[in-house]
């Protein structure tokens, strides 16, 4: 990746102009906010450009990868549509978690022809349970592949941590035969700049040669379309950079799904370093319906960024047990122990409050599912049942 500072928008684009003019074709150009992206191909290169005006006078990011391996997928197919789009919440089992530990994160999206977009996956084993087996179970029971088979479009990894990668290992160990895996998503990193990303770098090549998975490395700014289910990358770790002690959690690769002119948005475990950068590079720009809250509620969302981010009446995605979601909204658990460092229990109570609190959903219990449908709002199968009222307890 090259980093140029001080650059003009004429700049970037007579630096856009002259790619076109050496041989190259634009193959997809994108817009959010004020911020320009292309991606443009020759033979077996790539060329991604990214322009951000409002950083350091005009940042203009420049990434150059082979074509094979990093390609995005190429958009508008055809296809027969047998299911309305739909995004399920993934629930883990909590029951022996303890508190330092990671929380998992796992969502499933099906597409309108019956494939799938798996999302992290959560943890190998959490507690008594594999996340591996009621990631497969949530597949199965839905799945409305023509085929019969449980074909998966991508699986997208947003950061290297256990609690997100561990379930995909075990899943293409034990189901590995019976399902297809189309292509892997993620932007990792070196692992000689920050030792978290070693499981990107040594692991996971291992893993997709095995199965013949290819890897797509997208950029910040590309978007990725499955049926006419569109995957817009927001951020990556290259958005920190020059920084390189940004940690694992910063360097997720956040995404915002879009269907039907509905949206949501996987923040993963970016922290405050990343949280920042959005709102900085983009504010209002990147509210959605569905938020997932930054790193399982447990640090790194600023209310600055949560409330930028989301509308009156979104819907917030925690990854965390029930306990923790009471815990994290408002400062102590059901059973009435103990208070949470109100400089993050603020913002969390201040989220789940300004949507409402039926509007919250934690990963344990029933998996939840949210339709997006071609008209009108996105439907919830079920509402979650919420027991105490925050309006009503007291104030931490
Ligand atoms: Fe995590």
Known sequence: MLGYEGVSKKEFEAFCEK???????????????????????????????????????????????????????????????????????????????????????????????GRYIVMDGGYNKSSGSYAYERLYRCLSENNQHPSGKIVIAAWF???????????????????????TIECFVANPYSYKMNTEGEWFTT??????????????????????????TELEVVFTHENLYPDKNFGANNASTVIRLRQNGHTALFSADACA???KMMVKLYGEELKSEIFQVNHHGHSGGTWEFY???????????????????????LGYYVDGKSIVDKSILQPNRDLALKVGFERNFYAEGVVESFTFPENGAITVSAERDITLDPATQPQP
């Open 307 to 329: 409330d930028t981010v989301t509308f009156e009446d979104s819907y917030v995605l925690w990854t965390c047990p029930e306990e923790f979601f009471y815990y994290r909204t």
């Open 157 to 179: 990894m947003s950061h290297p941590h256990g609690d997100h990668y561990g379930a995909f290992e075990t899943f293409t160990d034990v189901y590995g035969e019976d399902v």
């Open 19 to 113: 790619i076109l003019q050496s041989g190259y074709v634009l193959w997809q150009k994108n817009e959010i906010g004020v911020n320009l992206f292309r991606t443009y191909r020759q033979n077996e290169k790539e060329l991604c450009l990214a322009f951000y005006p409002k950083l350091s006078g005009g940042t203009m990011h420049v990434f150059a990868d082979a074509h094979e391996g990093t390609v995005i997928i190429p958009e508008a197919e055809q296809y027969e549509k047998v299911r309305e789009a739909t995004l399920y919440n993934i629930s883990f089992d909590y029951s022996q978690k303890s508190i330092p530990d990671g929380y998992g994160m796992s969502y499933v999206i099906a597409l309108e022809d």
């Open 273 to 275: 370093a990343a949280s």
């Open 203 to 228: 692991k996971l090549p291992t893993i997709l040669n095995r199965w013949s998975i290819p890897l797509i490395k997208p950029h910040t700014g590309q978007i990725l379309t499955f049926c006419n």
